[in-house]
């Protein structure tokens, strides 16, 4: 269960387990041989035996009898003695790695009759602890009984403190098992020797039914997870329905730490050969959930046992085909992410199939489902195998995937190398630029606009140019379009100026003059010298290299520039070019981008507010960090329905910035107003319609930027695919709310 972390490259391997409610014999190394021989990877195991749970029925009953016939020495809370050897299924083992352990589904935590509630938390607290101590490192806890009555939800509260104690007696991993949505009848049946029948009718309440809630269970979860502060080793065990809620219930779990999906048999449909299949909108959730950086397994309940363990000499049913019984595979570790591929890799190919079932005759062919011992399993690993691909975005952004990073402050800092180059990565941003420069300069020309430069070339400037991306791409722009360009490279960040050498000398031909400086402090182009060295000195600007005073300083025609942040302008992209662009063409100069907006939704996103919370002891400034996130596991807030299965998020936007030359403002007017920088102050004030209740744990930010005409580039969820299609330079940035 720790090695489902997905990888980049190829398929999500399914993890799949198999439950069974009465477990009759101990899961030994031979039965999980026996489970992985089948295709199963993993099993569960009930922590207690039917004898502890005889005592416990016992201990309750007698107790209830001597209180209702008066006898008031017993009128104390039953205390449970601690566990006997005949009261456990587990001992400690090998094979406990491997096994997902649960707790009796027979307690009820949120009973309303005190005493029963209590004897549930003892049996809860003696499980816990013993399963920690056989070193069980995940335990599922069923979730809270929503229904006494005609009272609704009373009880959550006290069985979220229930959770809260059991992961304070442990450093297991507590998985809450809770149906997606409550039947519409609300009634879940009661388990077999349920404590829930001892409550006493004087704790339940009458009144009007409640009406059935598509909520309600979120809620209850809701409610554990706060009591519980968001505790990182608090995950959901889902369980599916057949027929899944509307789509707004399923997105609001992908948000959750899932850990598990439990399929029962009520949750298949016979296909007309009478196989179990799940629905389609089932296996589009279940794909969808599987997008998650950690996929969470799926657990087949109630399915059937495993075969073979009374003929172990037999070929053993295998999903997709057979393997013989001594070819088993060691049931010491689960297998690694690399291993799993290989697993996968493994299953048979339809043509391989199709051929057996040739080779068993047509009497087997016409009974797939009778020859098939593991027709549940057989089905998830089809869907395993027929799983969409991910696309360019996801197979990049996966290891980042709800990763919380801090923005880059590159005019603060200079930037490492290796950071200029994994955002150099993205061909989509560099090609957007280089058909903006393209379209500006065959515009440029064929309009006939006046240059700046005395030559009589258009001049261009890529400010902060980094390690030179925008300059190769300027210059091919220039060549593509036919157009001369006397082009000028800014950097301040001193060793990245020194590739910016060694690129002039070894790549761009001496074509450009490399400047070393502030973008802000530059007093723009100058007549170049007769001929410009390969290793250009520093400009005027660097105290190593004064210039003549008599130098002659021109406008810059088109101003080039890549100091957007995830929200546009958080890396002070207003604040920088405030100083630069004075230097613009006053009549005809244009800057690359020409404008950018800000955009906002509100978001659930639980799992990045319990990072975050779980940070805050160690740095207070954690709650007021924004953060740039390659945001997956969170729901939409401000919604409207675009189709019966899919839901658009309403984004707004906030504010824009645009940059032209200043009117009638000289340089050091433009340096003062900079300083000031009231001009780029904003603020908004946003509605966002929300149709259905949830928890806002912050904003996220997205922008759209124009390059030139209509050249555009977009983070912006409902114009990214339009506008710049698998561009992954820029990840979302997150507003954490407290």
């Known amino acids: ?35 992985h021989d089948c295709n199963y990877n993993m099993l569960t195991t009930p922590i207690t035996s039917p004898l502890f749970h005889s005592r416990v029925l016992t201990l309750l009953s007698t107790y209830l009898i001597d209180l209702k016939e008066g006898n008031n020495s ?14 456990v299924a587990v001992t400690p083992g090998e094979v406990n790695s491997q096994l997902v352990s649960y707790a009796s589904p027979w307690i009820d935590l949120s009973s309303p009759d005190p ?115 968001y505790n990182l080793r608090l995950f959901v065990a889902l369980s ?10 399923q997105s609001r779990w992908l948000s959750e730490p899932l850990r598990l999906l439990c399929l029962s048999t009520a949750t298949f449909l016979p296909d007309p050969q009478g196989s179990p299949i799940l629905s389609k909108p089932n296996q589009a959730s279940i794909h969808r959930y599987m997008t998650l950086k950690t996929p969470p397994g799926i657990i087949l309940c109630d399915v059937g046992p495993i075969p073979g363990l009374d003929k172990p000499e037999a070929k ?21 992410p690399s291993e799993a591929v290989q697993f996968q890799q493994a299953l048979p190919t339809p043509a391989e199939a199709a051929q057996f079932q040739q080779q068993q005759g047509p009497k087997h062919r016409n009974s797939k489902t009778s020859q098939d011992s593991t027709p549940h399993l057989t ?128 790549s761009w031909q001496r074509q450009v003059h490399l400047v070393q400086s502030d973008m802000r402090s530059w007093k723009g182009p100058s007549h170049p010298t007769e001929q410009l060295p390969a290793y250009p000195q520093p400009s005027k600007t660097s105290p190593s290299s004064p210039q003549s005073t008599t130098t002659t300083h021109y406008p810059i025609d088109i101003l080039i520039s890549e100091l957007l942040g995830s929200f546009a302008d958080n890396e002070l992209s207003p604040e920088c070019l405030d100083g630069i662009t004075p230097l613009l063409n006053p009549r005809h100069g244009i800057s690359i981008p020409q404008s950018y907006t800000s955009y906002l939704t509100p978001i659930a996103a639980p799992k990045l507010h319990a990072e975050i919370l779980a940070r805050t002891p160690s740095d207070a400034t954690a709650p007021n960090t924004p953060y740039v996130v390659m945001l997956h596991a ?105």
């Open 240 to 249: 599916i329905p057949r027929h899944p809620p509307p789509i707004h219930a």
């Open 115 to 229: 005493v029963v509630c209590h004897l549930s938390r003892q049996v809860l607290e003696l499980e816990i602890s013993y399963a920690g101590f056989c070193g069980l490192r995940i335990v599922v806890i069923p979730g809270p009984k929503m229904l006494y009555g005609n009272a609704y939800g009373e009880g959550v509260a006290q069985h979220a403190y229930a959770i809260h104690e059991a992961l304070a007696i442990s450093h297991m991993q507590i998985l809450v098992q809770l149906p997606m949505m409550e039947p519409p009848d609300q009634d879940t049946g009661e388990v077999e020797g349920s404590l829930t029948p001892f409550t006493r009718a004087e704790y339940i309440e009458e009144g009007v039914k409640p009406k059935h809630d598509l909520m309600g269970t979120w809620d209850a979860w809701q409610i554990i997870r706060t009591v519980c502060k």
């Open 379 to 506: 089905h998830i690993r089809k869907l395993q195998r027929i799983q969409p691909p991910r696309t360019i975005i996801e197979q990049y952004a996966l290891e980042y995937q709800d990763y919380l990073q801090g923005p880059l402050q590159p005019l603060a800092q200079n930037l490492e190398s290796i950071t200029y180059e994994v955002f150099e990565g993205d061909p989509v941003k560099y090609d957007l630029y280089e058909q903006a420069i393209r379209k500006a300069l065959i515009e440029w020309s064929q309009q006939k606009k006046s240059t700046s430069s005395p030559t009589g070339n258009i001049v261009v400037a890529v400010v902060g140019a980094g390690r030179g991306p925008l300059v190769t791409r300027a210059l091919r722009a220039s060549e593509q379009a036919g157009v001369k360009i006397e082009l000028w490279a800014v950097e301040k960040n001193p060793n990245a100026y020194v590739l910016l050498q060694q690129h002039n000398e070894f």
């Open 316 to 336: 053993l049913p295998q999903a997709g085909g057979f393997v013989e019984a001594d070819a088993s595979s060691d049931a010491s570790a689960l297998p690694t």
């Open 634 to 738: 969170i729901d939409y807030l401000s919604t409207v329905p675009l189709t019966p299965s899919a839901l658009e998020p309403i984004i707004l936007e906030a504010w824009s910035f645009s940059h032209s030359p200043p009117k009638n403002l000289n340089h050091q007017q433009a340096a003062k107003k900079g300083s000031e920088n009231k001009h780029n102050e904003r603020s908004a004030r946003l509605t966002f319609p929300a149709p259905h209740r949830g928890a806002c744990h912050g904003l996220a930010g997205y922008f759209e930027a124009v390059l030139y005409g209509d050249v555009e580039l977009s983070t912006h969820p409902l114009t990214m695919a339009r506008k710049s299609a698998n561009m992954t330079s820029w990840f979302p940035i997150f507003f954490p709310l407290k």
């Open 74 to 87: 017993k009128a104390e809370t039953p205390i449970i003695s601690s566990l006997s050897p005949t009261d």
């Open 1 to 35: 269960m720790d090695s489902t972390d997905s990888s980049s490259e190829g398929p999500v391997y399914y993890y799949v387990g198999q439950h069974e409610s009465r477990r009759d014999l101990p899961v030994t190394p031979e039965v999980l041989r026996q489970a």
